[in-house]
Each structure stands twice: as C-alpha cells, then as structure tokens.
C-alpha cells in the first residue's frame, strides 16, 4: 500500500522522505540522450502510479533499468530514493531514484531473450475483451486494478454494513441435496466417474443415474443459493447473512450472467416485506456512499478508460440522493402495456400479466419512465419460487426485485412463508418432493415466525458502482460456457 499512501494519503508531507517501493512498470521512457529514465511504477494500491526519475550518473544501478535491459513494461523493480515535489499536475511528489533494482525482467522477445514485443500487455490500450483472453495478467491493467479494488472495498463495507447492524456471518455449504430456487439449474457432483473404460456410473433400468453409491449417498450439486440454510439460522441467531460462491448452470451467454458467481443473502427474522425492501435499499445506498468515500481515484480512473461511464460519480451521487422507486408488479405491467398501446415504446414480447419482466421490460421502467432504481414487489405466484409468502389475494406473492438502470434485476427477495400448511400446499402445486424439504419445512412445525431475505449478486453490484458493461470483466476468473482454463 505504499504508493497509496505517498500519492493519495500524505501526499506533499511526504517530501524528503527516503522510501522504496516496489511494483511493475507502466511506462518507461529516456530523456537526456540517454542520461535519465522516467518510470511509472503501480503496486496495485491505488490507481495512481509513482514517477520515479533516474539518473545515470547519480542511481545506483542505472544500466540494468534501461527497456534495453529490463526489457520495458510490465517489469518488477524496486526503486529507494527521495521524495520531492513533483512539477507535474496531478500528483503531489515524484520519486528522485538513488537506487534501483531490476527484480524481473521481461523476457519478450522473439527469441525468448530480454524485450516486450510478446508481452501481451505491452501496447498500451487493450479491448476488455483481449484482457479476459488474458485473465492471468490483468491485475496489471488500470481497469482491472480498478474494478478489482472496488470489489475488495464492496466486500469490506459488505461485513461491515452488516456486522455494524448486529448481523451474523453465517458460512452455508456449497456442495448440497436441495435445489433452492428449484430451476433445476444446478451443476452436479460426483465422485462416481468411469473407471479404466469400465461405467462406474450405476444406471437404473428406467435411465436415470443411481447416486445411492456415491459419495454422499444421494445425489448433489453445487449451491444456487444459500438461503433455505442461512433461514435455519435466522431461526435461533435472528438476523444473519450468507456471503459466498453460488453456482448456475444457466444461459450465461449475457453481459449479466456468470455460472460461478458470488451472492449476499441476509435473512432478517421477525421481518416482512416493508423492512426486506428497507434494509435492501439501505445497504446498497451504503455500498454506493462507501465507493465514493474510498474509491475516489478508482472511480475517476473508471470515468476515463475507453468504454467506461463518463458521469460514473454523478449518477453515484444521484442514486444516494433519491427514495427508490417503489410499484407492484401489476402495476409495472400497467405501465408497460399503457405504454406499448401508446406507441411511445416497442417490445420483442409483448408485457402481459403473469409473464416474467424480461430485461428489456426491466430497463424501460428503470431508464425512461423512472430514471431510477426500481422496487417490483408482487409478483404471480406462479413465476417465483416456492418459499415465498403467499398473499391474501391468492394470486400474488410477497416478493421484491430490485431493478436498476443499465442492468435490470440487482437484488431478489421475499418475506417467507411461515405458514406450514401454506407452504405444504405451494410444494405440491410446484411439484416439489415434501420429503427432500422435511428439515426446511421443520421450520413451520417449531415455533414458527415471520422473517424475510434477499440476494444480491456481488458482480451485478460491482457493475452497477463502475459502470462497466460486462459481468465477465468485474470478477478476477470468469465462468462461462466453455471458460474454466484459468
Ligand atoms: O433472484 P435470485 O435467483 O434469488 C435467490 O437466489 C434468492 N435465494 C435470494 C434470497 O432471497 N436469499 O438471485 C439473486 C440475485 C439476482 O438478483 C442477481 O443479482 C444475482 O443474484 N444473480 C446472478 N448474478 C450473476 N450471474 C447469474 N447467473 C445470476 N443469477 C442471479
Ligand atoms: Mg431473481
């Protein structure tokens, strides 16, 4: 964290002080016919790199520092010298180098020796797409230094938003029985893989895979969701969240979708509906306040880059400032369908009672008619899961979508069903096997209450704070179909 603190937190009162740091070269270029160096060096701190100014007759080590030598961009140093202050606009101190040491050269050249023509970061701007191809060095790019600094602020201010109001980090499994979302969109383990050419995989004679040997005894998959555990734990801790790894073998081929990607789920006990969506726009007005506070340089930087959000902070500072949006799902399809039939919008499907919004639904109430984050409460029940409270018009259930500009659905949620009988009777309509739900459903037998939760995919909140248009681009290794290399 060094540059960090010299650029950013001391700035001018750091001048005169002797430092070292240590980190990989941005730019490298040579002035005075040879006899100084001027090197950019980031550590990855900040967005911000270090000017360092070497020069041949005074920095020990000179000769190795040359791009001839070092082989340019993207080599390690460590440079120890003086701080003084820095003629240039916009920053307060440059490095004067009194020693400098070669830690990694780059070894890019068409031979294999010393020079940057093969590292793939030599060029200075790069499509996001050319960086996903290279995951295993964009760490070293300003954008994903960026994004990826957010993402750890995100994470932190997540605990502490949480922690701050009495929560309890509860950790759910990710290998389970259960389907929680019960799309059947689930990735299955097993250890029961062919053996030398021989099928260890037991078949039963209707087809289906006999999961009975396996290692858990029954069949199981990597988690959609750590709700219906982190529930259990709202039932004797009261209010705790869930924050970790969800799995989807869904379509993934979208800029919002990934089928690894990580979610947070609080599940607030003695709690409806109202304190759900309370709490829900609370904590992402919190993350929002939080990268602005401590992401300054991140979110300048990410204003600037090619493709970034030129009004990234503006709409930041708009979003803390302005009530959420708050309309039930039938009155979103009122809308939509009062709308259409005035022409002042066209649809590729037609919005109608009892049909899922699809994004582009989603993004026409979010970014022209409210201009805003969007709070859909009541959905049919029909087109959500089966935990969710039923309401007193029978049709409808207690759900809420969180919907924002630019990505649609940021946040799911509902109050639960407390009702044993009532949720018994949704299990049947949905086809689901009492059975497989008898330690959920013990929930209803044993003192049971009202509580209510949401989930907030940790990617779409990232996109949504740097105003990047794609999903893959804001988690370090991205999985997609046939993307798991890295
Ligand atoms: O709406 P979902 O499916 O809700 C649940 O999983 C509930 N169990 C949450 C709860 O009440 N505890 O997913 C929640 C959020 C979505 O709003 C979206 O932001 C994100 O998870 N999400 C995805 N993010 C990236 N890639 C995917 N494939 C995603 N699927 C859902
Ligand atoms: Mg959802």
Redesign the pocket.
């Known amino acids: 964290t060094v540059i960090k603190q010299l650029l950013v937190e001391r700035g001018e009162a750091a001048v005169g002080e002797t430092v070292t740091i240590k980190g990989w070269v941005r730019t490298i270029r040579a002035g005075n016919k040879g006899a100084l160096l001027f090197i950019e060096l980031n550590d990855g701190s900040t967005a911000l790199s270090m000017q360092a100014v070497l020069e041949a007759d005074k920095t020990q080590g000179f000769a190795e520092a040359t791009p001839a030598s070092c082989g340019g961009v993207g080599a390690s140093f460590s440079i120890t010298g003086t701080l003084v202050r820095s003629p240039a606009e916009g920053q307060a101190v440059e490095l004067h180098a009194t020693v400098v040491e070669v830690l990694g050269k780059v070894y890019g050249g068409e031979d294999g020796g010393v020079g940057g023509k093969l590292y793939p970061l030599s060029k200075k701007a790069h499509s996001m797409e050319y960086l996903r191809c290279n995951a295993h060095l964009r760490a070293r790019t300003r954008v994903t230094g960026s994004v990826m600094r957010v993402r750890h602020a995100m994470a932190y201010a997540t605990h502490k938003f949480f922690n701050d109001r009495g929560f309890k980090y509860v950790h759910t499994p990710l290998i389970t029985g259960a389907d929680?979302?019960g799309?059947g969109?689930m990735f299955t383990v097993t250890t029961l893989l062919p053996e030398k050419g021989a099928p260890r995989l037991p078949i039963r004679p209707d087809g289906s895979i006999d999961y009975s040997q396996d290692f858990f005894g029954r069949r199981t998959s990597l988690t959609?969701?750590?709700?219906?555990n982190?529930?259990t734990y709202a039932c004797g801790l009261s209010d705790v969240y869930t924050f970790g790894p969800?799995f989807?073998a869904?379509?993934?081929h979208t800029t919002?979708?990934?089928?690894?990607?990580w979610?947070i789920?609080?599940?607030i006990a003695f709690a409806d509906l109202e304190m759900d969506m309370a709490l829900a726009e609370d904590y992402l007005k919190y993350c929002v306040w939080y990268a602005l506070r401590h992401n300054e340089e991140d979110l300048v930087l990410l204003e600037k880059v090619p493709g970034g959000e030129a009004g990234l902070r503006e709409r930041l500072r708009n979003v803390l400032e302005n009530p959420f949006v708050r309309i039930t799902y039938t009155e979103a399809v009122a809308t939509l369908e009062k709308d259409l039939a005035a022409e002042k919008v066209a649809f590729q499907v037609k919005p109608e009672w009892g049909c899922d919004l699809g994004s582009e639904h989603e993004r026409y109430l979010t970014e022209q008619v409210y201009k805003r984050p969007v709070i859909v409460t009541n959905y049919p029940k029909d087109i959500k899961?089966f935990?969710m409270r039923l309401d007193e018009d029978g049709k409808t259930v207690s759900a809420m979508?969180?919907l924002v500009p630019k990505?649609g659905?940021?946040?799911?949620?509902?109050q639960r069903e407390e009702r044993l009988d009532v949720l018994k009777a949704r299990c049947r309509e949905m086809g689901l096997e009492e059975a497989a739900l008898w330690w959920y459903l013990d929930l209803r037998r044993y003192g049971s209450h009202k509580h209510a939760?949401?989930?907030?995919?940790?990617?779409?909140?990232i996109l949504f704070i740097t105003g990047l248009e794609n999903?893959r681009d804001v988690i370090p290794f991205p999985r997609f179909p046939a993307h798991a290399e890295f």
Do not use: K, W
């Open positions: 929680c979302e799309a969109e959609v969701s750590g709700q219906l982190v529930e969800t989807r869904e379509n993934s919002r979708h990934l089928a690894e990607f979610m789920e609080p599940e899961a935990y979508d969180i990505i659905e940021i946040i799911g949620g509902s939760g949401f989930g907030l995919g940790f990617e779409r909140l999903i």
